[in-house]
């Protein structure tokens, strides 16, 4: 079975220009978490959605992020402009939303990197 | 800021030895779970324990919960080279939904 599926696996950029980084959950879950990792920080949750639904963005760092859940199969985060602190892995994982007693799945990541 | 902080930050041990990491959260949990990453990859879903369990088991992984401590303890047996990966405990606090709260990891290193 195809696990999450996230692109591209690596972006490297100049500061200034958008990035759009994509997710495909696993088909029937209706729950996808976008996080972050760098050394510092360590993971951090971003936004997640429930049945499309935004629930809690309050991680998302500032108004130049934005996500999108259009429909159940794909998101998308978006950062723009985008600037070398961003730089970081960016993770999307998938879940069941039904109770609270669920694991996540996560994708293999984007490795991003603003010049 | 991070609800668990793992306990050691890194650890390394040889092949066949047992690997026991800590996790200590800060706030009342509905679960608990444990992933693991290898490099360059995602995390994979290693095991939940719910907050009325005090321990499960899952082949050479053992896990344990102390709620009044508001700690747990993954403990990896007959440890193997595959088993070269970060470790990360993760927790849905109550009155959060269905969010994981991800602690710092433990890097750990199982030499052949």
């Known amino acids: 079975d195809a696990g999450v599926i996230q692109s591209p696996r690596h972006e490297v950029t100049e500061m200034g220009q958008e990035v759009t980084l994509r997710c495909k959950p696993i088909s029937g879950h209706n729950s996808l978490f976008w996080y972050r990792q760098t050394m510092m920080r360590g993971l951090e949750l971003l936004i997640y959605f429930n049945n499309n639904v935004p629930i809690d963005d309050s991680g998302m760092p500032e108004d130049r992020f934005s996500a999108k859940m259009p429909n159940a199969s794909f998101s998308t985060l978006k950062i723009q402009p985008s600037e070398p602190r961003d730089s970081a892995v960016y993770f999307c994982?998938?879940?069941?939303?039904?109770?609270?007693?669920?694991?996540?799945?996560f994708g293999d990541g984007t490795r991003l990197s603003i010049l | 800021s991070q609800q668990g902080e793992e306990d050691p930050q890194a650890l390394s041990i040889q092949e066949g030895e047992n690997a026991t990491m800590n996790c200590s959260y800060k706030t009342s949990i509905n679960n608990l779970q444990w992933y693991r990453q290898n490099s360059g990859r995602g995390l994979v879903h290693l095991i939940l324990i719910r907050s009325n369990e005090r321990e499960k088991h899952s082949g050479r992984l053992r896990v344990t919960l102390d709620t009044s401590k508001k700690s747990s303890s993954l403990l990896i047996t007959a440890s193997r080279a595959a088993d070269t990966a970060s470790y990360f405990c993760a927790t849905i606090q109550n009155n959060a939904g269905n969010m994981l709260t991800f602690g710092g990891g433990t890097r750990l290193m199982v030499k052949p």
């Open positions: 994982a998938s879940s069941l939303v039904v109770g609270r007693n669920q694991p996540q799945h």
